[in-house]
């Protein structure tokens, strides 16, 4: 089955940086573009960056540009977001995103996660 899992997430300073990496497994991972996307707590699911599937497009939300670096590694499987700038605002929890299309349908699959904590 398709598996998602995130890694990296910790304590930062505001300022700081940190990588976080996504695990894939159970689909063809360099047939697919992915996708960050975080829940800061009490709010709602905010996208932040998309790669398409063979690395050459990316894309940002606008407060993530010049600051978050996606990228991949389909020799890997793995998709990695390096974060740098951290604001306290960056606080969340940061999820790994894939979606493809069944019977006309998409459906999502989506990792458990990792929390991200900037604060002095």
């Known amino acids: 089955e398709v598996q998602l899992v995130e890694s990296g997430g910790g304590l930062v300073q505001p300022g700081g940086s940190l990588r976080l990496s996504c695990a894939a497994s159970?689909?063809?991972?360099?047939?697919?573009?992915m996708s960050w996307v975080r829940q800061a707590p009490g709010k709602g699911l905010e996208w932040v960056s998309a790669?398409?599937?063979?690395?050459?497009?990316?894309h940002y939300a606008e407060s993530m540009k010049g600051r978050f670096t996606i990228s991949r590694d389909n020799a890997r499987n793995t998709l990695y977001l390096q974060m740098s700038s951290l604001k306290p605002e960056d606080t969340a929890v940061y999820y790994c995103?894939?979606?493809?299309?069944?019977?006309?349908?998409?459906?999502?699959?989506w990792g458990k996660g990792t929390l991200v904590t900037v604060s002095s």
């Open positions: 995103n894939v979606y493809r299309y069944l019977s006309g349908s998409r459906v999502d699959y």
């Open positions: 790669i398409s599937s063979n690395g050459d497009t990316t």
């Open positions: 159970g689909f063809a991972f360099d047939d697919y573009a």
